[in-house]
């Protein structure tokens, strides 16, 4: 499974759209990208996945380059309810089985 | 249905006692997952089954943890001889098979070993 590297922490304002980079630089060719947000005391809850180009559903865009060693999630016009714990995945899953998630990105949204 | 339920959402226990958590997968969903998570790290993969076979287990599950899925439905997870290391959110997540499905997650069972 490809290694992922995520900041650490982010902080923006309501209001404001908000962009998570993630680094992933040995996708392989079957990979996928995928999203979660997790809230305190909570278990994660997928936001989005996408294999190149753009994604968008109702919650979040998924930026994806043409050479996929990066993606982004953008969150467009973020609320304090934003405030999460949000993990960038990558893995073909019906062969690797498993999911794996890494430390994330700690998000606080301030009034 | 109501999505994945877990069973106790928390549990505090002795150390040296054994504690058997329960998860409730959604009813159509073949392959569920068990992880443990403690404060400020992702959830670390600790099993998975699909259908009522166990395909995998992460070196980080002891010989004290063992999980089963009778009959392919919900699963337990038991801890014997808790240590207060164990103190951690178990969390239970299910799915359909195939490529790149979403993962559905519980609430978690939160342990805490004194």
């Known amino acids: 499974l490809a290694k992922t590297t995520q900041p650490i922490s982010m902080d923006s304002y309501e209001g404001q759209e908000v962009n998570i980079t993630c680094s992933h630089n040995n996708i392989a060719t079957n990979d996928y990208i995928t999203w979660y947000q997790q809230f305190p005391s909570q278990g994660p809850r997928f936001i989005i996945q996408?294999?190149?180009t753009k994604v968008t559903n109702e919650v979040a865009s998924l930026f994806i380059p043409a050479d996929r060693k990066s993606s982004t999630l953008s969150l467009p016009r973020v609320s304090l309810s934003d405030t999460a714990v949000y993990y960038c995945l990558v893995g073909e899953y019906s062969s690797a089985s498993k999911i794996i998630f890494g430390s994330g990105t700690r998000l606080s949204i301030r009034p | 249905d109501t999505g994945v339920s877990q069973n106790p959402r928390h549990k505090i226990t002795k150390r040296g006692q054994n504690v058997t958590f329960r998860c409730d997968p959604i009813s159509e969903h073949n392959r569920l997952y068990w992880y443990r998570q403690t404060l400020g790290q992702g959830p670390e993969f600790l099993t998975y089954?699909?259908?009522?076979?166990?395909?995998?287990k992460s070196r980080l599950l002891s010989d004290r943890f063992s999980a089963e899925r009778p009959k392919g439905s919900f699963s337990t997870l038991e801890i014997q001889r808790t240590e207060q290391g164990d103190s951690a959110m178990y969390l239970c997540?299910?799915?359909?098979?195939?490529?790149?499905?979403?993962?559905?997650f519980g609430q978690g069972t939160r342990l805490t070993v004194v």
């Open positions: 996408g294999y190149k």
């Open positions: 997540a299910s799915s359909f098979t195939g490529i790149n499905t979403e993962a559905f």
């Open positions: 089954f699909q259908n009522e076979a166990q395909l995998e």
